[in-house]
């Protein structure tokens, strides 16, 4: 008994001192059997991994057996690897298929007398069983055996618990250790990623030349990731087409050779926005067959795309490797790209802008020019021009325009209008108020506002037009024009008319008398011829009379020498007495017309010249005898219109063209081709003369008409005349 207990005590120091799992398995192999009386004797290991059990000790009648690993079943390793639990067979009165029915497992070891096993335990952790086995007697094993495989079962189980942390340990340190190496990797190619990447901004820093920079940024990146070829593709500003602009090999150059990346460029802009393929030749959207396609095996590449978002290009690096770019050149493509689309876009703005700035440049230089000539122009004229902006300021003046005012340019410049109204003794005033008012209130389609000042000794014409710049106002011009000499000609001449007209009517007033009296047979009986004769004779008097006074008037209204000697007229009588004027006329007896007159008896008397009134009514009822043929019809009809006397004259004659309409107002003007047709003679003053005595009255006259359909002229009146003045009579 005390040799056993030496024994089991050398073999727990054996097992203790151990750390090896080999070492301690070689220890129980050799010295277990010296402590035990079993036949058999066993170390089985369970493996959660796979579900089996393998047996790396296995001692059969003092030899060494091998046992296949095998299943881990419902028997007597499987019962204790469940139930980590101890397991005894063996007993005097119940076999072994008895005591195995007994607890539900079923024979895996063979026949058998006793059998025991202890769990290989840490914690609730199973490794295995130690397990003997007697085949001979009933009850082999007692309390002691029991001891002595526990005590190594549990110092078997710390070896196996500290091997199996030690390899987790040692595990981990390996993965991490290939962890560090696999980081160090990843920042060593961050690192070279990020130089590669400074060294191709500071490259691309260096210049805004387009050409220049897209060769350098392609050979630089190219090196950098080991691409044997690549290209930068760009969109053409013009056509909008992607176009290489740069590549490694010499093929681009030869424009007829598409280069062999294009396609995939063209793909990158329509799926973008990366890209890496290891094969090209099994990739479905790369054509081998195109010229120098199948000398590539890879390929990465990124669109060239702005900071907003806008695409620019392509950048296309190629392999003849497979797989030749890792996800590093991925990264490394990728942010290049972003660099060269950046420095891209710069090179564009700073062309955009460089041109701009260019044509600016040349167009301020035009307009220098322009301004330059348009002054020249200015100042050669002889006409004053006074350029006004909106606040009414004088921006400009031209020589001619000093001269006339009087003023000095630096008088001039940059002064309120409304500062200029004081000098000259108040004579700018009319002028500065037309030109302020338009200042306040101007329309693109506003007629020029004409006045005529007086200053020192000459006789100035000013015509006032706004000026709009895409319709929008920004200032006022004024022409001046020294019209001293005109106004002094025109004076010369309103003279020697009237001085003609009065000696064409001095010898007028005989002959028409003589000739009346040789028609009445005064002198002495006058044959038919005779009275033909006499009869043209009187006419043409006639006819130069009425010229005679036309002149006159016109002459009258000129000097300013006319004006109206205002008293009571019966209206009505007016128009009746120039009707019978005209009636009578020796041109009109001949023809047919109706007159449908519709005068009203009951007008009030009116306050106007009455002189005036018949020569305005007589006009524009010769008009209507005149341009309305045989059978035609002439109406006259009043109506009164609140303080104002309506006077409408109708025919159905030839009518007004309407080209014409603007011009009957003019002086000397006619519509020959009526004139001619209907053998119609004046001189075209009439309505001219009309209109100016109608203003006279302070009335309006206007007319409505149809070619073919005939003409109505309109004539408002004031009954009361505004502000009445007597004027002398003039001395004709």
């Known amino acids: ?355 701009q700035a260019e044509r600016l440049g040349q167009m301020l230089r035009t307009e220098q020019e322009e301004a330059e000539k348009n002054a020249a122009i200015l100042d050669s004229i002889s006409d004053g021009v006074v350029l006004a902006d909106v606040d009414g300021k004088v921006i400009v003046s031209n020589p001619a325009a000093q001269r006339l005012l009087g003023m000095s340019a630096d008088e001039l410049l940059g002064r309120p209008l409304s500062d200029l109204r004081s000098i000259k003794d108040g004579g700018l005033t009319p002028w500065i108020d037309s030109l302020l008012d338009k200042t306040q209130v101007a329309h693109e389609d506003d007629a020029p506002v004409e006045f005529r000042l007086t200053l020192f000794d000459s006789i100035i014409n000013t015509s006032t037009t706004p000026v709009f710049s895409e319709g929008r106002f920004v200032g006022l011009v004024s022409v001046l024009r020294d019209i001293t000499r005109d106004v002094e000609v025109d004076r010369m001449k309103s003279e020697f008319v009237s001085n003609v007209s009065h000696e064409f009517r001095t010898p007028l007033t005989p002959i028409k008398g003589f000739t009346e009296m040789l028609l009445l047979g005064a002198l002495g009986p006058v044959t038919d011829p005779q009275k033909n004769t006499l009869g043209m004779i009187k006419t043409n008097v006639e006819r130069l009379t009425v010229l005679v006074e036309d002149i006159l008037d016109i002459s009258r209204i000129d000097s300013g020498r006319d004006t109206l000697r205002v008293g009571e007229v019966n209206l009505a009588e007016v128009l009746r007495e120039a009707i019978d004027k005209q009636r009578n006329r020796p041109q009109h007896k001949d023809k047919t017309r109706t007159l449908n007159i519709e005068i009203s008896d009951e007008l009030p008397p009116i306050q106007a010249d009455r002189p005036k009134l018949m020569r305005i009514f007589s006009s524009i009822l010769d008009n209507a005898f005149n341009y309305t043929q045989d059978g035609g019809t002439i109406g006259v009809r009043t109506a009164l219109n609140g303080e104002r006397v309506l006077v409408s004259v109708s025919d159905d004659g030839v009518g007004i063209p309407e080209q014409y309409r603007e011009a009957v107002w003019r002086r000397f003007q006619r519509i020959d081709e009526h004139a001619l047709k209907l053998d119609v003679s004046g001189t075209g003053l009439g309505l001219s003369i009309v209109k100016e005595m109608v203003d006279m009255h302070h009335g309006e006259v206007w007319f409505e008409s149809q070619v073919g359909k005939g003409t109505t002229f309109h004539v408002a009146l004031p009954l009361v005349q505004p502000g009445q003045a007597v004027s002398l009579p003039t001395m004709d």
Request: aromatic content about 6%; charged content about 20%; glycine content about 8%.
């Open 1 to 355: 008994m005390v040799a056993e207990s030496f024994a089991l005590n050398d073999l727990s120091q054996s097992l203790s001192s151990s750390l090896s799992v080999e070492q301690m398995m070689d220890t129980i192999r050799t010295r277990l059997p010296g402590v035990l009386t079993a036949s058999q004797f066993y170390v089985a290991l369970f493996n959660d991994e796979t579900g089996t059990v393998s047996f790396p000790i296995v001692i059969r009648d003092g030899e060494t057996v091998s046992i296949p690993p095998r299943p881990l079943t419902n028997d007597e390793v499987g019962y204790v690897y469940k139930n980590n639990r101890m397991l005894s067979i063996g007993a005097d009165y119940f076999t072994p298929d008895e005591l195995r029915r007994s607890i539900g497992i079923q024979n895996g070891e063979g026949d058998y007398k006793s059998y025991m096993a202890v769990p290989i335990t840490v914690g609730t952790k199973v490794y295995g069983a130690i397990a003997v086995l007697d085949g001979k007697r009933t009850r082999a094993f007692s309390l002691n055996d029991q001891r002595v495989l526990s005590t190594v079962a549990a110092q078997l189980a710390a070896v196996l618990e500290n091997a199996n942390l030690f390899g987790q340990i040692s595990s981990l340190a390996a993965d991490l250790e290939r962890q560090v190496v696999a980081r160090t990797q990843e920042l060593e190619e961050e690192r070279d990623r990020l130089d590669t990447l400074y060294q191709i901004t500071s490259e691309l820093a260096r210049t805004l030349d387009m050409t220049q920079l897209e060769h350098r940024a392609l050979e630089m990146l190219a090196k950098a990731a080991g691409a044997d070829d690549g290209l930068i593709m760009r969109f053409d500003a013009l056509t909008d087409d992607l176009v290489t602009m740069a590549t490694l090999s010499d093929a681009a150059e030869d424009n007829d050779t598409p280069h062999a990346g294009e396609q995939i460029g063209q793909w990158l802009i329509d799926n973008g926005p990366e890209l890496n393929v290891g094969d090209l030749e099994s990739w479905p959207h790369y054509d081998t067959d195109q010229s120098g396609a199948g000398a590539w095996r890879s390929t990465v590449g990124a669109v060239l795309q702005a900071s907003d978002g806008e695409s620019l290009g392509v950048i296309v690096l190629l392999g003849r490797e497979m797989n030749a770019f890792g996800e590093s050149a991925m990264r490394l493509v990728a942010a290049a790209a972003n660099q060269v689309a950046a420095t891209i876009n710069n090179a564009q703005l700073y062309a955009l802008i460089r041109d």
